[in-house]
Every structure is written in structure tokens, then in C-alpha cells.
């Protein structure tokens, strides 16, 4: 399973279709405790990166991001 981050910006959709395309399955999520658990993240891009860390830190999805990277979880960010 592929987590998709959902920090309410970013192409999440056009993210989780190329994925599902290649025959994957995804969980478009922005709950903390399905990214600390997750094994693969995906952080979509945004055209703005300052408004979308601010989202992102006020979420503390950062803090999840982190935590799941100490347990070995691998992230694409685009």
C-alpha cells in the first residue's frame, strides 16, 4: 500500500491515478497514525511550497513524516 499524503494541496489525485495505472494500491490519508505506519509515503507537489508547510507543520504531519522514516519507511516527495 502507497500513503498518499492529503495536506489539502497538491495533484493527490493525478498522484494516486498514476499509481493505481501501474497497478498499486493507494490511501489518499492526513491521519497520523497511518503515516507513522506506513512502509511507502508519497508527499504530492504543490506550486506553493511555504503555504503548504505551513499546512503541513499545523497538521504535525511533519512529526508523522519523521516518525515513519526512523522506523526504515521510504518517501517520495514531488
Do not use: C, R, W
Not at 499509481?19 to 494500491?25: A, D, P, S, T, V
Not at 509515503?41 to 499546512?55: E, N, Q, R
Not at 497538521?59 to 522514516?69: A, T
Amino acid at each position: 500500500m502507497i500513503t498518499i499524503i492529503n495536506y489539502e494541496m497538491g495533484n493527490l489525485f493525478s498522484v494516486e491515478n498514476a499509481f493505481k495505472y501501474l497497478g498499486y494500491k493507494t490511501l489518499i490519508t492526513d491521519d497520523s497514525n497511518e503515516i507513522e505506519s506506513s512502509k511507502i509515503i508519497v508527499l504530492p507537489g504543490v506550486g506553493s511550497f511555504h503555504k503548504a508547510m505551513k499546512i503541513i507543520k499545523s497538521k504535525k504531519i511533519d512529526i508523522s513524516i519523521k516518525e515513519s522514516l526512523k522506523k526504515g519507511s521510504k518517501i517520495l516527495g514531488i
